[in-house]
């Protein structure tokens, strides 16, 4: 069942969010790095427990850093269809993805 077209990370829950949510920061690092600002969109097509994710240094998702499954890119379609309509920021996601990676040693 695919997801709601606004759907966020905050509306699914990956099915492992310890090595899920790193490499999306990481790579939400690097694009804020280099332009400023960083916001993701998740693919809208699967079920959420592993969403695919675009990275855009704009809110509207029209300066496209890159899309990655699990952080490896590849090359994302040129329609923009399976995208979630509604991005986060990238401290929204580092707020969401705190219980998951926070160490309790």
């Known amino acids: 069942m695919a997801l709601a077209l606004d759907a966020t990370l905050a509306d699914v829950t990956p099915k492992h969010p310890a090595t899920y949510y790193p490499p999306l920061i990481k790579r939400l690092n690097e694009c804020a790095s280099g332009h400023g600002s960083a916001y993701v969109r998740i693919g809208t097509d699967g079920s959420g427990t592993a969403p695919y994710y675009l990275i855009s240094a704009d809110e509207e998702g029209k300066q496209i850093f890159g899309a990655f499954d699990y952080g490896h ?7 923009g269809t399976h995208w979630s309509t509604k ?11 705190v219980p998951y990676i926070t160490s309790t040693a």
């Open 73 to 79: 890119p590849f090359t994302p379609s040129s329609d």
């Open 87 to 97: 991005p986060m920021g990238i401290h929204e996601v580092v707020a969401l993805a």
